[in-house]
């Protein structure tokens, strides 16, 4: 069986040609086009180095170009490394270094960084340059990329390929450095990618079957989030497998979201939490917008608030709504239906993967109400790339078979779901007890007056950590610590309530939405809080900071 990403798109194409494959802002491309274009760039990094193994850094926001560099590079059996494109130069440095780099496909306007560092980095041999519209000098050797596809050729002429073929996906660098996950493409393919049916836990039958199902029929699905991450990379591949249109947006705009939604008629959004959930949602309320196409909206990778999925829910009756959830380092291992008005216990809470197990302090299963880390069997990734200690502290093995366990930590239910409740090198220990921030971010978020919120441990000398908030008040509104204490104490158990809070005009995330921690560590470390209570004998008394 043909289980490898250039293949399975392959079939997409060889069934539906005429199709459109991919839309992003006015240019609308066939999978005829696609196959033509991807193969055209493919032959021209093969005659510039690529070869079989070869990393090729993809360095740009949501494009066609994107996605067809992307298919290159598998095409010759070689791997596509994504790149950041919100780094700074020791972050751009660190990535192209680290992941060996032997190509960089870059967009026009991140010239003067890649002059920077490509000095520095002696790996890469070749550079091509997509134009976006930018003016940046290109100050180094490089071809522009239309030039580079008109002087190959557009035959799908590749040796065979294998499923032993590498896939590696850098982690976003929420609390460190990113980390290139290294996964067989088979094995990423079955848990991302929809080689095993994502709520039947079925494997497919076989390579056609994904490119046979949109055969006659093929949905138009939106990628909200830039694929520089993971969610998006499989929102828009496993759209691809299955004969899909894929609709991109350059960069995250609420409105020109829906706008995108109701010119293309789009049937799948896919989003990733709050972060954009919450601006689509009322961007939806305050436009005309007609989004009477959708039959799904799918959340992941961060979190989705009870709060305003109940908003999605009245707004959206008729439509499908999920929560999933996975890491780089496992794939899926989840999803849930959204309902209204479910009992906030934490994070989501999914009908787990059946590789998926929850592992106590011991590093065997749990029962029933415990907390532990959640881990993965079956298909896992082969480790971290360049990094065996990593790579070692990944792995558990349980009844002889091998778990990768990343560091989530899960609640197991009684009905055999699992709720997610958070990475634990994020979790507040105070006095004793374990907070885990999106639990109480969850809760802050469901105050009228806040739009956003994040929760991370601060030093205190009774407590050792208190529980502190950062939080983005909505236009106009305000909001006081006693407000949220009264809002939160009714929600959740009173040591996770917070106890310090700084008030910001914007709260910092990742381009995919996921939290920025480290930005938020640094407005606490840097900023008196507007108010925090301290704890004496059992009581606690506001105390306004000076």
């Known amino acids: 069986m043909a289980l490898n990403i250039a293949d399975l798109v392959e079939h997409a194409v060889d069934l539906v040609p005429e199709r459109v494959a991919v839309v992003c802002g006015e240019r609308h491309v066939t999978y005829a086009q696609l196959e033509s274009r991807a193969n055209r760039l493919a032959h021209h990094l093969a005659a510039h180095g690529v070869v079989p193994g070869s990393h090729v850094g993809v360095y740009s926001r949501n494009s066609v170009e994107m996605l067809e560099t992307m298919l290159a590079a598998y095409k010759l059996r070689a791997v596509a490394i994504n790149i950041n494109y919100r780094y700074l130069h020791a972050e751009l440095r660190y990535v192209c270094d680290n992941s060996d780099l032997v190509a960089l496909v870059h967009q026009r306007r991140y010239a003067p960084l890649v002059a920077e560092v490509l000095p520095e980095v002696d790996s890469i041999r070749h550079v091509v340059v997509v134009e976006d519209g930018s003016a940046e000098p290109v100050t180094y050797p490089a071809t522009e990329y239309e030039a580079a596809l008109a002087e190959s050729a557009p035959e799908r002429d590749f040796p065979e390929r294998s499923p032993d073929d590498v896939y590696i996906l850098y982690t976003g660098g929420t609390t460190g450095h990113p980390k290139g996950v290294l996964w067989r493409q088979e094995d990423v393919w079955r848990v991302l990618g929809g080689g095993i049916d994502f709520v039947t836990g079925v494997p497919v039958a076989d390579e056609w079957q994904q490119a046979r199902q949109g055969k006659d029929f093929g949905l138009v699905r939106l990628c909200a989030a830039p694929m520089i991450h993971g969610a998006a990379q499989w929102a828009a591949l496993g759209a691809l497998f299955t004969g899909s249109t894929v609709v991109l947006v350059a960069q995250f705009d609420a409105a020109q979201v829906w706008q995108a939604v109701q010119r293309h008629r789009v049937n799948v959004l896919a989003i990733v939490g709050d972060a954009m959930a919450r601006p689509l949602i009322e961007s939806y309320r305050d436009g005309q917008w007609d989004a009477s196409s959708v039959v799904a909206i799918s959340s992941s990778a961060a979190l989705f608030s009870q709060a305003v999925k109940d908003q999605y829910l009245a707004t959206f009756p008729n439509v499908v709504i999920t929560d999933a959830i996975g890491s780089s380092e496992t794939g899926f291992t989840g999803i849930g239906v959204v309902a209204q008005g479910q009992e906030h216990r934490g994070g989501p809470r999914v009908k787990a993967d059946p590789d998926s197990i929850v592992l106590g302090e011991d590093g065997t299963p749990v029962g029933p109400g415990v907390v532990g880390r959640l881990a993965r069997g079956g298909h896992v990734p082969l480790g971290y790339y360049k990094d065996p200690a990593k790579t070692a502290e990944l792995f558990t093995e349980v009844d002889g078979k091998r778990y990768a366990v990343p560091g989530d930590f899960a609640r197991l239910e009684q009905d055999g779901t699992v709720t997610l409740l958070g990475r634990g090198n994020m979790c507040v220990n105070t006095a004793g007890e374990k907070v885990f921030p999106e639990e109480v971010e969850g809760v802050l978020k469901s105050h009228p007056h806040v739009f956003d919120a994040l929760v991370l441990g601060v030093p205190d000398e009774r407590l050792g950590q208190r529980v502190a908030a950062v939080v983005q008040p909505r236009p106009g ?41 480290r930005w938020a560590r640094r407005h606490v470390e840097e900023h008196e809080p507007a108010v925090r209570y301290e704890v004496t004998a059992g009581e606690a008394h506001a105390h306004r900071a000076v």
Do not use: F
């Open 477 to 517: 509104r305000t909001v006081s610590l006693s407000d949220l204490d009264a809002h939160v104490r009714g929600r959740i158990a009173g040591y996770k309530v917070p106890r310090s809070l700084w008030l910001v005009d914007s709260v910092s995330r990742l381009p995919s939405g996921k939290p920025d921690y």
